[in-house]
């Protein structure tokens, strides 16, 4: 199974900062991976995909690059609406593991 | 709108079973991967299992695998996860999620809530 780890597992960052969510695979995945948010109390929310193509609807202040083993993703100004968890989840093959989760505060 | 509604959560004891159901509306439901995922109490996310269009193909995690069953009914728009033999772990938020092109999900109902104690 590919595990998916993500860092740091908490952040704390202020209105207006730049934040980077890092994801790292246990083996290549090229760029089939997914970022995911989840405010508190709702569903989870498709951000990205491919790695860094952005769901429609989503604000362009969310971005996401890497490819093979490395992953990011940057919020370029940081909003209060973006206080969530944020996952990233490969889906190079079975079964689609998750990262843990970073979970966002201000 | 595309719409996703989870029914048939509940408490049920240890080696129990529970069947939930998924209504799906505002799309044609025949024409995409449906999925599965969980998320336990204090927990991520964690995918469960996936079905493809016309239910022929079926694919689980490897905690739940013997004991839960994906299937659905494209005639009725509805998606299921039949699970027995329930342990403690289990205990989660099932969320029905529409897979597009197999693998974005795009869309995610609102989750119903398993929980499995004695």
């Known amino acids: 199974d590919i595990q998916m780890t993500q860092s740091p597992s908490s952040l704390s960052a202020s209105v207006g900062d730049r934040v980077t969510i890092t994801c790292q695979a246990s083996?290549?995945?090229?760029?089939?991976l997914i970022w995911y948010q989840q405010i508190p109390g709702k569903a989870p929310n498709l951000l990205i995909y491919?790695?860094?193509n952005l769901e429609t609807g989503v604000p362009s202040r969310f971005r996401g690059s890497g490819s093979g083993t490395d992953f990011s993703l940057t919020i370029t100004s940081l909003q209060p609406e973006d206080i969530a968890t944020y996952y990233c989840q490969q889906y190079y093959n079975f079964p689609y593991n998750f990262g843990q989760g970073t979970k966002l505060e201000i | 709108e595309v719409q996703l509604v989870e029914s048939g959560g509940g408490l049920v004891q240890p080696g129990g079973s529970l069947r939930l159901s998924c209504a799906a509306s505002g799309f044609t439901f025949s024409t995409y991967w449906m999925t599965w995922v969980r998320r336990a109490p204090g927990k991520g996310l964690e995918w469960v299992a996936n079905?493809?269009?016309?239910?022929?193909?079926?694919y689980y995690v490897d905690s739940v695998e013997g004991r839960f069953t994906i299937s659905r009914d494209n005639a009725k728009n509805s998606l299921y996860l039949q699970m027995n033999s329930l342990r403690a772990e289990d205990t989660a938020v099932y969320y029905c999620v529409r897979a597009r092109d197999h693998y974005y999900f795009d869309y995610w109902g609102q989750g119903t809530l398993v929980t499995v104690s004695s």
């Open positions: 083996q290549d995945i090229r760029n089939y």
């Open positions: 491919d790695a860094s």
């Open positions: 079905i493809k269009r016309d239910g022929n193909e079926r």
